[in-house]
């Protein structure tokens, strides 16, 4: 039985998304503020945790005063627990055990060296992003392709005499681009599940969109790093074993053909135990630890997505999501203008909080509400979501991978973004897909 079913609710219009503002304004605002200052982890001050559960107790305490206290928890509870979101924390740490126990036999090390082998001299800056995006799309993260890649790609860059500001580029690009695209991806899978829509429709619309983007970035990169290479440069990758790298392509395959995602990740995680036994790079209980640490590394999302799903029941419930629906409808012509409002939310959500599923978690029910009204796929909502999650965190100076690159680099913010072709190419081609309703009639 569903908590408050009463027939008339108050709905508090704009106030009801103070919650929210409260969440990001603490998140962001002190991790901006501690940023300036110099401080160390600027985001870890406030963490996204305390963050949430102030906004949830505000949202708990100050509305709905007709309403007992428990009947609140209820309705948050709800939220929290709900079938969609639970499928979420399973999926979410199942993608974790994988990734962690496929490393764990060497499989990451696997795609990473055999992509570095593999770049011709001459084309060393485009082989750096597609390596990146090779691995990004099998792994299914941004954050584990960039710290194993970017070292690797200023490196190679440095020692060619190429600038080492658009090595880093390209790398956080080619990182962003499975990101966006992986079906093990936590970004993918929250933008799909958030507006019920099919991860493998939404794979071939978005590779309809990123493919292209990619082949052109390539080119321009090949363009600009066309000069004389050192070949002792790109000669530094340590002997692997492809076998180890089966489970990542197992994968991918397997969520191509459209099998379920939980089937997809336990079989590529139980490969990776058969492998690790066969190959004796691990233990059935290297293999295990792995898995379990893998899982708790996922496991902040799994819970930081039941509370911030829980909030924003509440939110819906006080009417935020209704105003914010209505208030966008007004300053909407067309479809392609609820498109375009879509994308700049989840954009704005992103790259404030830096986190892309975080932003596809919040700003999903509000996605889900207008294309129901305007009837937009889940498909492309799904897509467009998932895009500009990503694409904004490639050019923020704030985000890790471009934190990263000037480390290693010692160059500066604008000889990174000076670089940044794929994310531009990707917004323009999404732009284009949604001003001529490219793919409209496949995504219905």
Same mark, same amino acid.
């Given at each position: 039985?569903?908590?408050?079913?009463?027939?008339?609710?108050?709905?508090?219009?704009?106030?009801?998304? #103070?919650?929210?503002?409260?969440?990001?304004?603490?998140?962001?605002?002190?991790?901006?503020?501690?940023?300036?200052?110099?401080?160390?982890?600027?985001?870890?001050?406030?963490? =996204?945790?305390?963050?949430?559960?102030?906004? +949830?107790? %505000?949202?708990?305490?100050?509305? =709905?005063?007709?309403?007992?206290?428990?009947?609140?928890?209820?309705?948050?509870? /709800?939220?929290?627990?709900?079938?969609?979101?639970?499928?979420?924390?399973? %999926?979410?740490?199942?993608?974790?055990?994988?990734?962690?126990?496929?490393?764990?036999?060497?499989?990451?090390?696997?795609?990473?060296?055999?992509?570095?082998?593999?770049?011709?001299?001459?084309?060393? +800056?485009?082989?750096?992003?597609?390596?990146?995006? #090779?691995?990004?799309?099998? %792994?299914?993260?941004?954050?584990?392709?960039?710290?194993?890649?970017?070292?690797?790609?200023?490196?190679?860059?440095?020692?060619?005499?190429?600038?080492?500001?658009?090595?880093?580029?390209?790398?956080?690009?080619?990182?962003?681009?499975?990101?966006?695209?992986?079906?093990?991806?936590?970004?993918?899978?929250?933008?799909?599940?958030?507006?019920?829509?099919?991860?493998?429709?939404?794979?071939?619309?978005?590779?309809?969109?990123?493919?292209?983007?990619?082949?052109?970035?390539?080119?321009?990169?090949?363009?600009?790093?066309?000069?004389?290479?050192?070949?002792?440069?790109?000669?530094?990758?340590?002997?692997?074993?492809?076998?180890?790298?089966?489970?990542?392509?197992?994968?991918?395959?397997?969520?191509?053909?459209?099998?379920?995602?939980?089937?997809?990740?336990?079989?590529?995680?139980?490969?990776?135990?058969?492998?690790?036994?066969?190959? =004796?790079?691990?233990?059935?209980?290297?293999?295990?630890?792995?898995?379990?640490?893998?899982?708790?590394?996922?496991?902040?999302?799994?819970?930081?997505?039941?509370?911030?799903?829980?909030?924003?029941?509440?939110? =819906?419930?006080?009417?935020?999501?209704?105003?914010?629906?209505?208030?966008?409808?007004? /300053?909407?012509?067309?479809?392609?203008?609820?498109?375009?409002?879509?994308?700049?939310?989840?954009?704005? +959500? &992103?790259?404030?909080?830096?986190?892309?599923?975080?932003?596809?978690? #919040?700003?999903?029910?509000?996605?889900?509400?207008?294309?129901?009204?305007?009837?937009? &796929?889940?498909?492309?909502?799904?897509?467009?979501?998932?895009?500009? &999650?990503?694409? #904004?965190?490639?050019?923020?100076? /704030?985000?890790?991978?471009?934190?990263?690159?000037?480390?290693?680099?010692?160059?500066?913010?604008?000889?990174?973004?000076?670089?940044?072709?794929?994310?531009?190419?990707?917004?323009?081609?999404?732009?284009?897909?949604?001003?001529?309703?490219?793919?409209?009639?496949?995504?219905?």
């Amino acid at each position: 039985m569903e908590p408050n079913k009463t027939e008339s609710k108050k709905s508090y219009g704009w106030k009801a998304l #103070i919650p929210v503002l409260i969440f990001l304004g603490l998140y962001l605002g002190c991790g901006i503020a501690f940023t300036i200052a110099g401080a160390d982890s600027p985001f870890g001050k406030m963490p =996204r945790y305390v963050a949430v559960v102030i906004a +949830i107790l %505000i949202a708990l305490v100050c509305y =709905r005063r007709d309403l007992k206290f428990s009947e609140k928890v209820d309705l948050y509870c /709800h939220g929290a627990g709900s079938s969609g979101v639970m499928l979420l924390g399973i %999926i979410v740490l199942m993608a974790g055990g994988f990734a962690n126990s496929t490393a764990a036999i060497g499989g990451k090390d696997a795609m990473v060296n055999m992509g570095v082998s593999l770049i011709p001299t001459q084309f060393l +800056i485009p082989g750096i992003f597609l390596i990146c995006c #090779i691995i990004s799309t099998c %792994i299914g993260t941004s954050m584990g392709t960039q710290v194993t890649m970017i070292p690797i790609a200023i490196a190679l860059a440095q020692g060619a005499g190429l600038n080492p500001g658009m090595a880093g580029a390209a790398a956080i690009a080619g990182a962003y681009f499975g990101d966006n695209l992986s079906m093990i991806s936590d970004t993918t899978i929250i933008a799909c599940k958030g507006v019920d829509a099919e991860m493998k429709d939404k794979f071939l619309m978005n590779t309809k969109i990123a493919i292209p983007a990619a082949v052109l970035s390539m080119i321009l990169y090949a363009v600009m790093s066309m000069q004389t290479v050192q070949p002792e440069a790109v000669s530094a990758a340590a002997d692997y074993n492809p076998l180890t790298a089966l489970p990542y392509l197992a994968v991918l395959v397997l969520a191509v053909a459209g099998l379920d995602v939980i089937l997809v990740l336990a079989i590529g995680a139980a490969l990776s135990c058969v492998l690790g036994l066969i190959l =004796r790079t691990a233990s059935f209980f290297d293999w295990a630890m792995a898995v379990g640490a893998g899982m708790e590394d996922m496991f902040w999302l799994s819970v930081f997505s039941m509370l911030v799903s829980g909030m924003m029941a509440l939110v =819906r419930e006080y009417g935020g999501i209704d105003w914010l629906v209505n208030t966008a409808s007004q /300053h909407m012509k067309s479809k392609k203008s609820c498109q375009y409002v879509i994308s700049l939310l989840v954009m704005a +959500i &992103s790259g404030t909080t830096l986190n892309n599923p975080v932003a596809c978690l #919040i700003s999903s029910p509000i996605a889900k509400e207008l294309g129901q009204k305007y009837e937009i &796929s889940s498909t492309k909502l799904a897509t467009l979501m998932s895009i500009f &999650s990503c694409v #904004i965190l490639m050019v923020v100076p /704030h985000d890790s991978g471009c934190l990263l690159v000037q480390q290693y680099a010692g160059c500066s913010y604008l000889d990174i973004v000076r670089y940044a072709f794929y994310p531009l190419l990707l917004t323009l081609f999404t732009c284009a897909a949604i001003q001529f309703n490219l793919f409209e009639k496949k995504s219905k």
